[in-house]
């Protein structure tokens, strides 16, 4: 079955610091995303991957960076971290609109 | 531009009460439509999908949506319903089915049966 892990599943980071969320596809899909999750707003997407090396900004990119360096592995970088940038993040993998998501990591940025 | 509009934030039905949540898209080309359904403290799962042909697809658990072009819509339905199907409810749109194909998402609709 589809496995979709996100590291760690909660983090608490300091305003002006830095956080990189991981996520890990067993699935060998060549596309990844982050979303983040907010109340009323659904998910939004920041960032995407075609594959190892690529990253895409999608519609909420500001703030955040993105790397893939292999098939299975997508992070999400915060280099200063906000408290705007509090939220519900979840990585997916898939292609089209069939996409397998992660469990999610609840950042709070004080 | 493309969106989705899922009008009803909250639902509250009695356990074995027939269930529909609404969604209205606004895309204009061929649209691909999905629901995904968020249990607590979960990722997102996917529940069923329309590409094409028939309007009314089949999901797991129970549920189908039917979609309309006419009116723009693609409501999911569920003849009745049970206590654990309490969760959040995402409509999506994708315009197209390649790979890299970006979904833009409902606000969501959160279902709660009660007992």
């Known amino acids: 079955e589809a496995a979709v892990t996100q590291s760690p599943r909660n983090k608490v980071a300091v305003t002006g610091g830095k956080v990189t969320l991981s996520c890990n596809q067993t699935n060998n899909h060549n596309n990844m995303y982050w979303y983040r999750q907010d109340t009323g707003h659904g998910l939004r997407l920041i960032h995407y991957s075609y594959g190892a090396g690529s990253t895409e900004k999608g519609d909420i990119p500001d703030g955040y960076k993105a790397s893939r360096p292999s098939q299975e592995n997508f992070s999400l970088i915060l280099e200063l971290a906000t408290p705007s940038q509090t939220s519900v993040y979840f990585c997916?993998?898939?292609?089209?609109?069939?996409?397998?998501f992660g469990p999610g990591t609840r950042l709070t940025v004080l | 531009a493309q969106s989705v509009t899922q009008p009803d934030a909250r639902v509250t039905v009695s356990e074995g009460a027939s269930l529909q949540l609404r969604c209205k898209y606004s895309?204009?080309?061929?649209?691909?439509l999905f629901w995904y359904v968020q249990y607590p403290r979960q990722g997102l799962q996917l529940l069923l999908k329309y590409y094409s042909g028939d309007p009314v697809v089949q999901g797991v658990n129970g549920f189908e949506a039917e979609f309309s072009k006419s009116n723009s819509s693609f409501h999911l339905r569920k003849a009745s319903v049970h206590w654990s199907d309490s969760a959040v409810y995402f409509c999506?749109?994708?315009?197209?089915?390649?790979?890299?194909?970006?979904?833009?998402f409902g606000g969501g609709t959160r279902l709660t049966v009660r007992p």
């Open positions: 999506v749109l994708s315009g197209n089915n390649n790979a890299g194909a970006k979904l833009t």
């Open positions: 895309y204009s080309g061929t649209p691909y």
């Open positions: 997916a993998s898939g292609g089209g609109g069939e996409q397998y």
